[in-house]
């Protein structure tokens, strides 16, 4: 499974912004996928994922109500819908595709992870 995400950018606080994930391979359909991010100094976090057979969803409170998570299966594309983004969303954001069961707020059952790319939210 390969994975290359897309459309970070520098924006404002306030704006919007919408993030993809193009996947090869097909294991990934079998569990689920997610989003997670990495502020400078922190932690590397859980923002989103999605159960690719049925689009459950699952989100972090930090952006619940804000970001969605969605996957078209035809283009083997993961999205990330960012709105009323904050400074505080600043960060290096990821992509990754579990191969097993397991937390989906965790790293533990994601195998597979993209480059990742930039978002800069400006005040």
């Known amino acids: 499974v390969r994975l290359e995400e897309s459309g970070g950018d520098l924006v404002q606080a306030g704006d919007s912004l919408r993030l993809s994930c193009a996947a090869s391979?097909?294991?990934?359909?079998?569990?689920?996928m997610g989003w997670f991010r990495q502020a400078p100094g922190k932690e590397r976090e859980f923002v989103a994922a999605?159960?690719?057979?049925?689009?459950?969803?699952h989100y972090a409170d930090s952006v619940k109500g804000r970001f969605t998570i969605s996957r078209d299966n035809d283009q083997n594309t993961l999205y990330l819908q960012m709105d009323s983004l904050e400074v505080e969303d600043t960060a290096v954001y990821y992509c990754?595709?579990?191969?097993?069961?397991?937390?989906?707020?965790?790293?533990?059952?994601?195998?597979?992870w993209g480059q990742g790319t930039q978002v800069t939210v400006s005040s």
């Open positions: 999605i159960f690719w057979i049925n689009g459950f969803t």
């Open positions: 990754a595709a579990a191969d097993r069961w397991g937390s989906v707020r965790t790293d533990e059952p994601y195998r597979y």
């Open positions: 391979g097909r294991a990934y359909k079998q569990y689920f």
